[in-house]
């Protein structure tokens, strides 16, 4: 996105330049951002539905898409990362994410979300009758394809302090 440039007059047939990102979309539809973020969201829901024909239809099958979930090692391949949506589908009964710090960028056909994936969670690690709580940091990369923005990568890495910058400087 460029900066209106001051003491410029507007051209007939020249893009409009003034504005938010969102109200230079206007009868253009939504703006880049908004497509990546609506992809991002369905990757989200998907996963919070253990749906796994959601999740498939939320990743780019080609070129080979990359998965890395917290502590864990990269699974690279459509069917090897399906099957593995399918095993964890299959002993999570409850996840909700509570997404904060959400950032997103756009660069022609590819885009970056990163995000802080608070995480509500039941089954395997959970205390019994309860849940467990987490937080990951997470950059979700999507590629523009004819149907849409495309999860391509996922890399979530867990937190393992609750400090800041002050804590590093430490």
Request: hydrophobic share 35%.
């Amino acid at each position: 996105m460029t900066e209106e440039q001051p003491n410029q007059e507007h051209q007939p047939g020249a893009p409009e330049t003034s504005g938010t990102p969102e109200q230079r979309a206007g009868a253009r539809g939504p703006s880049p951002e908004t497509g990546v973020l609506t992809a991002n969201t369905a990757f989200y829901n998907a996963f919070e539905a253990g749906d796994l024909d959601l999740m498939a239809a939320v990743w780019l099958p080609e070129p080979d898409p990359v998965c890395i979930h917290p502590g864990n090692a990269a699974i690279s391949g459509y069917s090897e990362m399906m099957r593995a949506w399918a095993m964890i589908f299959a002993n999570t009964p409850y996840i909700q994410f509570f997404l904060t710090d959400v950032q997103v960028r756009v660069d022609n056909d590819v885009a970056y979300v990163t995000c802080t994936e608070n995480v509500l969670s039941s089954g395997e690690g959970a205390p019994e009758e309860g849940f467990a709580g987490g937080k990951a940091l997470a950059t979700n990369v999507f590629r523009k394809t004819s149907s849409g923005w495309r999860l391509w990568i996922h890399h979530a890495s867990p937190v393992l302090s609750s400090g800041g910058r002050s804590e590093e400087a430490q």
